[in-house]
């Protein structure tokens, strides 16, 4: 293969990598019943004037399978913090002990469970569509290339290997969408 073949399958591979990375952070944000320090990821705390990321002004951590606990770095940000955890729009309602923030997770209903799944599919579903839109890209990078003088057994090759990282990284999605599910659906 020449170089430029090469460079686009790199460019296609990282690609496909950033759409699984974000399909993780995405599946992370979908609460499986349990408590986990991760729920809280996308919240943010007015500190001292500046948004910041609640894990960067609190200690944040689970006691148990049902509670986080938010410890602050700095006692006066507990209001700060339960504020922003409600206006977070996350479904929790947190409360505090004057130490930190506590937050029961509360279990999750049957109905609840498949609502959640669905969402998760959603999640799956875009990013397959992004796994096939660089495809495409990467075969229409060939196709150019095999017009500007590449012969046609490498531009055909380059395609199946473009089609080779699709179905890898098509498979990791399904395996990524298996094992959530049965994490929601876990009792």
Partial sequence: ?????????????????ESISRLEIALSKIRAGKANPQMLSTVKVD????QTPLSQAAN????????????????SLIAEIENAITEANL???PSNNGEKVIINVPPL?????KALVRQAKSEIENAKVSIRNIRQKANDEMKKLGKDGLSEDIVRD???SVQELTNIYSGKIDNIYSKKESDIMTV
């Fill in 1 to 17: 293969m020449t170089e430029e073949v090469q460079i686009n399958l790199d460019i296609a591979k990282d690609s496909m990598l």
């Fill in 60 to 75: 944040v951590s689970t006691t148990d399978a049902q509670t986080i606990s938010v410890q602050p770095f700095d006692k």
């Fill in 158 to 160: 380059a395609e199946n």
């Fill in 47 to 50: 500190y001292y004037g500046v």
């Fill in 91 to 93: 479904g929790f309602n």
């Fill in 109 to 113: 209903t049957e109905e609840r469970r």
